[in-house]
Structure formats: structure tokens, C-alpha cells
């Protein structure tokens, strides 16, 4: 199963038309990404988004939070958490990455190496990723947008996160972060790219296993009592 929690979401029409060309490449299940400001108003016809897919390619929505105020973050998670599968705050900032790795409420720390001369982690980050279960996200097009020396120090900001990866066991997840059909890739040049980068079959198809356990966590979410309990019902 190949799952892309990190698709820039736009209007119907256009979320439709990529939703359909992802589905023609080989994905099962796409996420649609919105910032803060916008994601209230995409929930207005996200159903409609759903029907009329007709099971050709599941979809849901991820809400990107994008800013450099843990307090902010801390706030518009605690605002959206019940309403969102998936919660993204894109790094770069230390502050920001140490902050939503220490939150067990946000599911994924997205590209904490952006516009950064390092990868934005390291072994005592990589810990609280662990303690916290949040999953660190490298995306696709950082590469695919990026050219000699600047996607030289992409890939190599990659691989120092495989090293840490490897060694801590974070969850990891890779996604396209798409904003049109000329960025979506089918899933084999999207494994093959990656495995150049350094990642194994196993590494990258454990990526998509992750991808899709943050899903189904959080349809459980608001029956978590503690964290590894749940509440169940009795059936009376």
C-alpha cells in the first residue's frame, strides 16, 4: 500500500485532478495538506472531495502548521486535533523541531532540515521522536526541485537522518509534497529515487506502514486514555 500524507491542497477541482492522476500512478491513499488558515474552510467540502473520488483513491486531510512560535503551534494543534487524521509542523528552526518532537498531540515533524546547513536533528531529538512517536517526514520534492550543490546538501541531510533513523528506530515517513501533476511521480521512480538516496525496499515500504498507522491511530485518538491505553467499549 503506498500512502502520501503530504499533498498541497488546494480547491475541489484541483484537488480532484491530482487526486486521479496519483491514483493512475499507483498510490492508495493521498493526504491533501493545509495550512492553519485554510484548513477549516477545505473541511466545508471535503466529503464531497470523498464522493466523488468513489473509492477510485482514498483521501483525507493534513493540517500544516507553519510557524516559528512553540506557543502558536502548541495552540492551533490543541485547536485542530479532533478535527484533522494527521497533524504536520514544518521545521527548520530548532526551537520548532525540539517543540514538536517533545508533543505527543503532533504526528509528524516535516522537513527539519529546511534551510538549514544540517539535518535539524540529532540523537537527543531523535530520542524524543521515539518517546513521543512522532514521525519525522522527508519529502520527495526537495530533491526534485532542488539542483547541483543545493540538492548535494539535500541528500546528504537525508542520510545523516537515515544514520539516526537506523540507530534510534523515530518513526519515518516519506512524502511527495506535490502542488501539481508535474510533480507527482508513480510509486516506482518515487521507491527508486529514495533508494538512491540510501534507503532500503524494507526501510521505505516500513515508511508507508507508518504512514498509515498515523491514520489509523488517530481514528482512535479520542478513546486514548494514557499513552499505550485505550478506552473500549463495554458493550452495554
Known amino acids: 500500500m503506498f500512502f502520501d500524507l503530504n499533498i498541497k491542497g488546494s480547491s475541489l477541482e484541483n484537488n480532484l485532478i491530482l487526486a486521479n492522476q496519483a491514483s493512475e500512478y499507483g498510490w492508495n491513499h493521498i493526504n491533501f495538506s493545509y495550512g492553519q488558515n485554510d484548513f477549516a474552510d477545505a473541511l466545508k467540502f471535503k466529503e464531497e472531495l470523498i464522493d466523488e473520488l468513489n473509492e477510485k483513491i482514498s483521501c483525507d486531510y493534513t493540517l500544516e502548521i507553519k510557524s516559528n512560535k512553540v506557543n502558536e503551534i502548541r495552540k492551533i494543534t490543541n485547536k485542530f486535533r479532533n478535527k484533522s487524521s494527521c497533524i504536520s509542523v514544518v521545521g527548520g528552526d530548532l526551537k520548532v523541531n525540539r517543540a514538536v518532537l517533545e508533543n505527543i498531540k503532533i504526528d509528524v515533524l516535516s522537513r527539519p532540515y529546511l534551510k538549514r546547513f544540517d539535518s ?23 530533491i526534485l526541485r532542488s539542483y547541483l550543490s543545493h540538492r548535494s546538501k539535500v541528500i546528504s541531510n537525508f542520510k545523516d537522518i537515515y544514520t539516526l533513523y537506523r540507530k534510534f528506530g523515530f518513526p519515518l515517513i516519506l512524502s511527495s509534497r506535490a502542488e501539481s501533476v508535474f510533480d507527482i511521480r508513480t510509486t516506482h521512480d518515487f521507491v527508486a529515487i529514495f533508494k538512491q538516496t540510501g534507503l532500503s525496499d524494507d526501510e521505505i515500504e516500513k515508511s508507508f506502514i507508518t504512514s498509515s498507522n498515523i491514520l489509523e491511530f488517530n481514528k482512535n485518538r479520542d478513546n486514548l486514555i494514557l499513552k499505550g491505553v485505550r478506552r473500549v467499549n463495554d458493550g452495554s
Open 120 to 142: 535539524g536533528i540529532n540523537h537527543v531529538l531523535s530520542r524524543e521522536a521515539v518517546n513521543n512517536n512522532v514521525a519525522i517526514e522527508l519529502c520527495f520534492k526537495d
